[in-house]
């Protein structure tokens, strides 16, 4: 890096990128797209220096001109300006193994987002990780968008866990999804999602729920402080799944999810399976839909906690490889110790601020009236003048001696609009009260 | 501590707790609870060596005799014994004011709960904590349960944020479940949670939204890198809703929401705003029922991101604090590694496991069979005999020609039951296929 010494007070976090698919080259876009933000929150320039991949001539929308290209993975590991290689080939055995082995034993961090490689190997990489001092960060494994690692290992710390109930194969959920949108059957939707991109040629990982159990055996690890081992696991996928199936879990009030659950038994002994499952629909992991991840947790102190996110693809699962490399960022430069809000006190400029008036959008707006002829006439025109449109007018109840109540709901407009042409019809005579005005939110 | 040097090996971090109300003696419950737990993942025994409250006789379930009681919250500071200062009494001023600053001019460490503090003087003591370097840690501060400082800080810290909208104040959206449910009006709630507790006697900060005005500012903060400024907010609270305007809102497929909202504005400006919303049955954050709180973020590489769990009470927010003494340990003992699965490798046991088989609850269990007569009485029987109880029964379709399909849902049984069950049903002359066998979850 010729510009290192440029910035004597920034230090650097040298990055060897063992694979260039989807995750790999988002790891690199974020790296480049939010650098600022990256080193304001660490204080450490954050950046690819190598790189190992396939196809060189590829086109991946990033420029490697600047990065040193190697010709096998482990030739990453003693590489002078590599101080963590980022492992996203995938892939239970060799090269990942091989590679993540090698980094560990050499004293380097290794940041993964090998779930399967993990879920084989955890324990023997957990040793070496222990051994050698070298950390082993792997918050891209399961749930890329979700910091479910962080949550289990850090957030949740201080609690004994009961149970862990996850839905973790966006490619699963979304055929559930779909089959119960549509109606089709297991074979069709496949059938279609293949086609889409959405599923694998041979989709046997994915919704014979062996990739739920990978993701499965790390958290329960976590949760109980057991020995990650996917053999001690029950797993049964969705492929025998028929569109009556989810229509009659429906009429019992329920949908079909594949959950991976982890419960601690009476017993003391830990349940770990995977298998599609009724889902009450008054539960959250009911309402997690499509390709989306979901995670319900039991702590003894925190009681249920829920989360929800993008379970794949390149965004999420490079956001959480870049989560890792910051976290490694400032245990080498800070103590470990963010910013109390995120940056350095000087970093943190007086936001130029916006208020409830530069609010945009939809609006309901309720209005107590004297039910007289005349009421809307008199109110329209305000609503004209202030550029507001109606979307939606409705009058509850009609009775000459009580007030009733006027509910519009607008076209997008601005909380100013609102505010001006609430200030008027509050004088009208036939209006009893200030208007209430509540924002819409489409979110 | 007397029994610090017993174990040489395992290092002590202490505590000093300012407040003992719900929240102070949750944390000392945690702490004494879960105690080996804590140990385990950080390598670290943390104690609370001296406390100060105001009542030193009152029975608070905790054993406080081995304490130093201490007559001002500042006294705690230059104990010799105290590494860290837990804040837990509130309030924007002093006395928590001046301990807090007190301590990190010594380069002591705090972690505290009290969002108002930080609303109003957060940028004077992020200031000090950077200075002196002195981590001030506040994950209790904002919804208890839900590891929310942890997620925007380090979880998403490699994303820009562009909106936040949180529901962050349990008192209110009890009400306003509460008023959906019972079609009763605001006051006439309020008062039944008043007399329940639910609610303050004065209960302005709640329902006025300043609460959540005081916990919007901090996220804002972490979410942009900008100074936080409870001034810089517009608040609107609850009290002006009506039944009316549930069912209305019910009626354009939305729920009524107290909704913190920090949005980046196209103009980079960003509007800070807490006021009751229209919110899509559709969004996540129109199911956080009850005292529940939940916050939806979005960034720009992981999408959107939901997290729902318990924003107050004694275990979620001594929960979070305890968290975040966690990771002060680890920062002190292991250079913040944390183990690979949470707990060193020889700590982790080979869990003893159970299968499928043990999984205890109701079951869906479909067959495909000829639709002939007697079909029923040929599987009841195998049913009764495996001590499964039928809950209920459907047939689908009628053809004589065609298989058909049954469904059976069974009381709570086990997993090997029906799995015996299964195996026989499959031999039976008019059962087509092996039954599928689905979990009924109740979560």
Known sequence: MSDNKKSPLVKILRVGLAGLGNVGAGTFKILE?????IEQRTGTRIVVTAVCARNKTKDRGIDLSKVTWVETPESLIDLPDVDVIVEVMGGEGDPALSLVRGTLQKGKAVVTANKALLAYHGMELAE??????APLFYEAAVAGGIPIIKMLREGLAANRISGLYGIMNGTCNYILTTMEKTGR???DVLNDAQNLGYAEADPTLDVGGGDSGHKLVLLSALSYGCQPDFQNLSVEGIDRLSADDIVIAGEFGARIKLIGQAVKLDDGRILQM???CLVPKTSPLAHVDDALNGILMHGDFVGPSFVEGRGAGEGPTASAIVADLMDLACLRTCGAIRPVFGAEPHDLKAAPSASRDDWTGEFYMRLVVHDRPGVIAEISPVLRDHKISIESLIQRGRSE??????VITTHETTGASLRQASEKIELLPNVLAAPLVLPILKI
Chains 1, 2 share one sequence.
């Open 33 to 37: 797209q939010n650098a600022k933000l």
């Open 128 to 133: 070496l990780s222990a051994q050698n001092n």
């Open 185 to 187: 059957d297991f074979a």
């Open 274 to 276: 995977v298998s599609p």
């Open 401 to 406: 001696d009580q007030p009733v109540n006027i």
